[in-house]
């Protein structure tokens, strides 16, 4: 016997172990990985090229972003991000989706400004996902843009700066639409402003009300919703809009209830004392679906990769707890560009996978301790369930999907880093 089957012997008689192991907690190890393959994230395009997008304008991020870092091999061109998407998927069990801005359409070397995009700017990622097997999400990108520069958009003074965002974002859902349509699996269209005040300002109803208009015009055509999921997503305050965020979370909550579009929570716009686990139960009592961008904010919204912490295992322990996970749309937004941009992507990816395992495999009991009034119980169990085996089932459930186990995967993306991206 060789000996990488003698590895795969040693995954597969420790998963043995493992499950009858969690057997004995009342846990079914099998039904745990055969719901974790149909759990798709939405991996973020953002993350290969530092959010710069391909319309060739030469205008900073902006809207309160900022990416820090410059390890080589950033993508420059669609097919590059594409080929490096590809590599990531490659290392990542299960079948994902792809979450792409606005920014982000093959325009030939053309300018078109964000009110003139078309479907046809677009066609080569659908023809791409549809290769790949891969759903695609959407974003309207209103930031970094000329008619942005002082910070507003759908909520501008300035109505003729609001209508062309209006068509913009309109644009994105029509282009949305055509996304899930051509895939078969509808398409979670975000819409993110950064619009607000850097000091205090004197109406903020008034900007409250403008955005709500503007969103009720993006909003006017109905599209179906087998081919089209509309999101809204709030900000606690960003750069240049310390003061006061016009899409606040009780703005957005309060429209997705009455709109009834889903309600995006991210990970990093609260404050550092909010964590949007505790969030989910609640939006879901009064949404249908909601959508979650997970990153990992270090001081606020800073978008690090998502690692395997409290933070991670809290919500993806509350997605599972919801009692249907397809009621959550799962999407990743970080961007480090101090790393290897793919090996982020495989990182965080697979970390936001092991955590949904891990909310998987809870031991039924805990809940029970909890019901029956035994919060001593309940502690205690939550505290041996941390010390089960499921890195030996995590294992197994990479071998069996055909993607490198533990730490593997890393030589893999130093190939490519050396063969391709370090060549750019």
């Not at 172990?17 to 939405?42: F, H, I, K, Q």
């Not at 549809?130 to 974003?139: A, H, M, S």
């Not at 503007?214 to 179906?224: K, M, N, Y």
Request: with cysteine.
């Amino acid at each position: 016997m060789g000996l990488e089957s003698r590895q795969s012997a040693a995954i597969e008689e420790a998963g043995r172990l493992a499950n009858e192991r969690y057997a004995a907690c009342g846990v079914d190890v099998e039904a745990a990985m055969t719901t974790l393959a149909t759990v798709p994230v939405s991996l973020h395009c953002w993350q290969g090229d530092d959010v710069q997008g391909f319309e060739s304008t030469g205008d900073a991020i902006g809207g309160g972003l900022a990416v820090t870092g410059s390890y080589p091999g950033r993508a420059r061109t669609p097919e590059e991000l594409k080929s490096d998407l590809q590599k990531a998927l490659s290392l990542i069990p299960g079948r994902h989706r792809l979450n792409l801005h606005a920014c982000y359409g093959e325009f030939g070397g053309k300018k078109v400004d964000r009110n003139e995009i078309e479907p046809e700017h677009f066609a080569g990622w659908v023809d791409w996902a549809r290769d790949q097997k891969l759903g695609l999400d959407f974003n309207p990108t209103c930031f970094a843009h000329p008619k942005a520069a002082d910070g507003f958009t759908l909520a501008h003074a300035d109505k003729a700066i609001r209508d062309f965002w209006i068509e913009h974002c309109t644009r994105c859902r029509q282009i949305g639409a055509g996304f899930g349509e051509a895939l078969g699996t509808p398409c979670v269209t975000n819409v993110w402003v950064p619009d607000g005040f850097k000091d205090t300002p004197a109406d903020r109803m008034g900007a409250r009300a403008r955005l709500a208009e503007s969103l009720d015009e993006v909003f006017a055509e109905p599209l179906p919703r087998e081919h089209l999921l509309d999101a809204v997503e709030s900000k606690l305050f960003g750069i240049g809009a310390e003061s006061c965020t016009v899409g606040s979370h009780e703005f957005y909550l309060g429209y997705a209830i009455t709109r009834e579009t889903l309600l995006c929570l991210d990970a990093g716009h609260f404050h550092p004392t909010e964590t949007i686990s505790d969030k989910i139960s609640s939006a879901l009592l009064y949404l249908p679906e909601i959508l979650l961008h997970v990153s990992r904010g270090v001081r606020w919204d800073s978008d690090h990769v998502v690692t395997l912490n409290d933070d991670l295992l809290a919500i993806t322990r509350e997605i599972v707890a919801t009692g249907d996970i397809s009621r959550v749309h799962i999407g990743l937004d970080f961007f480090d560009a101090s790393i290897n941009r793919v090996a982020a992507w495989v990182i965080g990816t697979r970390n936001l996978l092991k955590g949904v395992l891990l909310g998987l495999l809870e031991p039924p009991a805990i809940r029970a301790a909890e019901a029956g009034g035994d919060t001593t119980a309940r502690l205690a169990l939550q505290e041996e369930a941390k010390s089960l085996p499921f890195g030996s089932v995590w294992d197994q459930y990479c071998l069996r999907l055909g993607v490198p186990v533990g730490s593997d995967w890393l030589e893999v993306v130093r190939g490519y880093e050396r063969d391709v991206t370090s060549k750019r």
